[in-house]
């Protein structure tokens, strides 16, 4: 069973950063591509970022610049860096992975940037 949790979610002031994590089991990870969306109320989830298999990564324009997605194929990990943060990208944030065609989601992790 695929399971995704994330942390290191956090209420910061505008212009300042947190890193998000998000561990995985039950796959092998290192062949996956990973995703970070987000959900704002009354909003639909947007794709912030991915990184493939390979380590080559994608941004939503809105977060590029600011953002940065890594991975660690040891522990089974992917971040998000996220500095500047901004009021706007308040939100909860997602890891994702689609395993055998299915999307596996964790439980959310709350970021709240206050201006």
């Known amino acids: 069973q695929v399971h995704l949790r994330e942390s290191g979610g956090g209420v910061v002031q505008a212009g300042e950063s947190l890193r998000l994590s998000c561990a995985a089991s039950?796959?092998?990870?290192?062949?996956?591509?990973l995703n970070w969306y987000r959900q704002s109320p009354g909003k639909q989830r947007e794709l912030v970022a991915t990184i493939t298999s390979g380590g080559s990564s994608d941004y939503a324009d809105s977060v590029k610049g600011r953002f940065t997605i890594s991975r660690d194929n040891v522990w089974n990990k992917v971040f998000l860096q996220m500095n500047n943060l901004k009021p706007e990208d308040t939100a909860i944030y997602f890891c994702?992975?689609?395993?055998?065609?299915?999307?596996?989601w964790g439980q959310g992790t709350q970021v709240t940037v206050t201006s």
């Open positions: 994702n992975v689609r395993h055998r065609g299915t999307d596996f």
């Open positions: 039950g796959l092998n990870f290192r062949i996956y591509a």
